[in-house]
DNA sequence: GTTTGTTCGTAATGTTTACTAACAAACGTG
DNA sequence: CACGTTTGTTAGTAAACATTACGAACAAAC
């Protein structure tokens, strides 16, 4: 881990904030009076907080708010945190010296007073690198700017490599990207198939061969920059979490095996044995189903994996018609058996957003519709009136993205 | 909202932190010479911190590690906590000056150096009211201490009172607790059927006849103490968190209806529209089943629900041994619907831990049984190894204890 | 009994942080 | 041109925690 010998300071955890809606559920008494501590309903402080993580945070928070609604002075940016004008400066200063903000020159048009001097996150500053090994044949990996414009793209064929060779081949990957890179790169960014730690090491990932892999770790030596690895699904929903910031998002992501990645509360979410998403092998329905190549019968992923889905289409023959509609019956079906799966989490964790990733020929049409009724008959109509299934507006790069996304919110606090 | 009006300076979210294993995820990068800001892979900051919350937190930090294991001195508290002696010394001195901690004099055995003067919380000094709406036949109140141990009862008769009665009956209830009190109180919590959002407005609970009650505003109104109202199953799981500190958890809560409490990150799952664990509508399995109140044939109430079992067992007749068999079958039955609904939701979120609350006679044995072998069944193997269900350890009084839990949590930042 | 080393709690001081107050600069308006 | 407005900066203040230092109290060793 040579990257973490260039860490500074002690290593803490950062303070992270509930939404407004619950930062209004506050009361303070003064009983007997005693002013007593007043906080939301965010459980058990688990570390001290220092003013040096405070600063940190306003820092991000400074950050983000000139990442959303750039091309802002820093007087319109005091106003939307918070904080004066004073400190406000005081962080634009921190973040112009270290590159991450620019100042544009004096605002545009007539208004009174002093001109306001425009400034914003300088996105040609730093450069990102995504990974992608999510693929079967193909490992994906892209160059982005800080606004997560793909810049560069690097793809190399897997060709069966598993184990260390595939480790290599990432490593080629990244090299390669390096070597495209026209800017300081910010950190990299990989979302990995199958169930990765949060220190980035692959707990397992059985197609590629890997178990106990300390990926992270590979490459942050290698390196020496900030390096993110997590699950495939749970990286791509970060990128829909950019482009639709809810508090509770759920992305299903369909290729040639089935994985979720969840964000609740604003929070991706992790599992207790860092396998959250992993649904694919869960069983749909009481009327058995497809053999899965786990052994099971009915497994989500034997329903409805991309090879699955071809394979099933292919075999069709006949009248163009008779085909059509067979076709779209095999989709509906699919599309029943995800909503079937889906209908317990959606009810418990009330969800409103769900987002569908995959091949858009195979999911865009019965599929999508089918999943979105079966979702509706099968939960309580009152509670789900407004859920929302949409598929991914990032088509096949929605893993590069949550990627770059990824590297974003851990080095800067920004996405 | 008379509580509101006493608040002193601005009302902010408070910062939480993540685990410990998140918290070692990070990574600084003195790129370019530039010391870039790293945090955890929390989202978007969305308010900024001042000194004095971090203040807040660290109080509510001290405050928490001798909560959980009392009877300890300053110094093993800046240990624990890793602050100072001084800092420590000076957030205790606030908070015995508030009442909330006592010096119990020098600590008992021989050691070398100054002996020590162990402090405590002192959980004689506020006390809490809980209250639990979610019986159908009979309201149910309690006076805690801050540790929670159950000083007072007063339980009243529903006898079918709905709206404004049911409100007043609430209200009664209150007064009587509060009449019974020794003394200040802290908050009342309260766990009411329906979906209640996060300023306590009880949205829908139908069997109560509420619809947008503003059962907090009221009884804060009323009594000027601070008041958290939230749904029963989603404080029941409060309790349980209590008394297991898990990241995640899950309560399924069954009685008259069906609902489930959810805890993911360590934080609470509110939902998008405040129904989070409103699971009791939900649909089990392909293949039919009882018909619900709801219009719906096979929702998880219908199958479950403590009515739906124990008509059925009543209607068990004959030879023992086969009335036994039968029972069994009944509740294995019920347990693997049970299995079914949950198996999406322990994959999708990766669960380690489900607590069942209920009646123990119907819950604790095959039906258990069952509920765990369909999990097992129904999900992957290797990643649920270490899924545990357990019976709630509070018997009847889940809610009324998480319901003190919540005024704790939300008073004073403890649990 | 004395010395030594340890531990506890407190004082005093310094650093960091963000706030308030005040102000100069730059601009439109009457 | 005087005046009000807005911006960004400077100066000073308050809050919070760290560091350093110190007296008090005790155990253990001599």
Known sequence: MTATETQRGPVTAEPTHTTSVAASDLLTVPFAGAPIFTRSRALRPTSKVLPEHARSHNRALVLQTLYT?????????ARETGLTRVTVSDLVAELIAEGLVVELGPREGVRPGKPATIIDVDRAAFQILGLDLSGHEVFHGVVTALDGTILERVSLERAGATGEQAVELVESIVERLLGRATAPVLGIGVGSPGVVDPLGVVRSAPNLGWFDLP??????????LPVHVANDANVAVLAEHGATPLDDLLLIKIGHG???GLIVGGRPVIG?????????????????GPRCACGKDGCLEAWLAVPRLTEQLDSLAGEPAAVQAARDEILREAGRRLGIVLAPVVGALNLTEVVLSGPAELLDGPFHDATVDTLRQRTMAVLNRDLRLRMSEQAEDVVLRGAAVMVLSGQLGVS
Chains 1, 2 share one sequence.
């Open 272 to 288: 207790g044995g860092f396998a959250a998403g992993e649904i694919g092998h869960v069983v749909v329905g009481t009327d058995g």
């Open 258 to 260: 089935v994985g979720a």
């Open 215 to 224: 990926l992270q770790a590979r490459l942050a030596a290698r390196t020496e």
């Open 69 to 77: 609604a750039g091309g802002q002075s820093r007087a319109d940016v």
